[in-house]
């Protein structure tokens, strides 16, 4: 009964926002070492956003300044605000926790941005 389910993608044109959203299993914990991450058609996986240990955040520097994760633990979900989309973000977008269980992954969600 463990999984990951993203949310929250769609067809935005350039310089528009989405807010992606991960639910996780109450299996799952989200309190450590979380992450985003995308792969665009044609290119490998790309580590997006991740949260490590006690909370020190990274971004890719592709996304830096636009993208924010953030976690609502109440919930136990986890979202990626992307702001300021451009056509470069287009792609599957991807999270997952690590546990002591093992890593764990969304099936993803399509993000698309148009010109």
């Known amino acids: 009964q463990a999984q990951l389910v993203e949310s929250g993608g769609g067809l935005v044109q350039a310089g528009g926002s989405l807010r992606l959203s991960c639910a996780a299993s109450?299996?799952?914990?989200?309190?450590?070492?979380v992450g985003w991450y995308r792969q665009a058609p044609g290119k490998e996986r790309e580590q997006v956003a991740t949260v490590i240990g006690g909370g020190a955040t990274n971004y890719a520097d592709s996304v830096k300044g636009r993208f924010t994760v953030s976690r609502d633990f109440s919930k136990n979900t986890m979202y990626l605000q992307m702001n300021n989309l451009k056509p470069e973000d287009t792609g599957i977008y991807y999270c997952s926790a690590y546990n002591r269980g093992g890593c764990y992954w969304g099936q993803g969600t399509q993000v698309t941005v148009g010109q």
């Open positions: 109450r299996s799952i914990s989200i309190v450590n070492n």
